[in-house]
DNA sequence: AGCCATGCATCGTGCGGCTAGGTATAGAGA
DNA sequence: TCTCTATACCTAGCCGCACGATGCATGGCT
């Protein structure tokens, strides 16, 4: 794996929600929010341009819709997305078991084994 | 906590690995690679630089010291880093739990509640 | 002698996310 | 009416992190 930290973390979490019904930018960064405890305050900065450019590598498609007088852009995941999905899901579960094995392996020094 | 993803992986890892005591460049490279079991390959020209900010932070002291005919440059958790790698532990594992929160959480739709 | 593993180090590049800024409408309150 | 806030979208430019490439040196093996 990638020993790069963990980047796209935002895209992760885009293609999550939106694998569960289109929605649109102001309403992921709330429930990202929401869901992750407020732990995740996604900035608009770092949003659109990941939506777009997940919409350029043809992993969503939008369509713009009113409602309430209010223009908004939906966000719907496709096949490619569905794919990308599943797949940083498990690059995320890997990277995550990795630290966790650094983190909570049994404090032996150097030499322990490789003999 | 801060909506930047998670800066610093190195440095956690890092700061881990001498928590159990002293080492220096080369093994700590090896002792991540076989504790993440081969998912992290610490390349140099991420490490030595993490390692030299850490020490500038005061995190780290640096000691050399001949072995096998070898000059070795050992590095040795202060107290500030014992309380940074206290932190930042603390930061990775809030981090996990906020993606997994949004990972895990129930398919539920937009209109859902905040009624 | 030649090669690989060990061992330390830095420079330049690339990428990802952020700050800061810009536009616009609806609704509430002064 | 006017202003302020929440909603809603977007982009340019900066900055920090990690990486690839590269350089240098020595010990051991063949």
Do not use: C, N
């Not at 794996?1 to 309403?27: C, H, N, Q, R, T």
């Not at 990941?50 to 043809?58: F, S, W």
């Not at 995941?77 to 650094?102: D, I, P, Q, S």
């Amino acid at each position: 794996m990638d020993p790069k930290l963990f980047p796209g973390a935002i895209e992760l979490l885009v293609l999550e929600i939106l694998s569960e019904g289109p929605s649109y930018g102001y309403e992921v960064t709330q429930t990202v929010l929401s869901r992750s405890a407020g732990r995740f305050e996604l900035k608009e900065g770092s949003l659109y341009p990941a939506l777009h450019k997940l919409e350029r590598a043809k992993m969503l498609t939008a369509f713009w819709q009113e409602a309430e007088g209010r223009r908004r852009k939906y966000y719907k995941l496709t096949a490619a997305g569905r794919k990308a999905l599943a797949a940083r899901k498990t690059a995320w579960r890997e990277f995550a078991a990795g630290l966790e094995g650094v983190l909570g392996a049994s404090p032996r020094r150097a030499g322990t084994s490789h003999a």
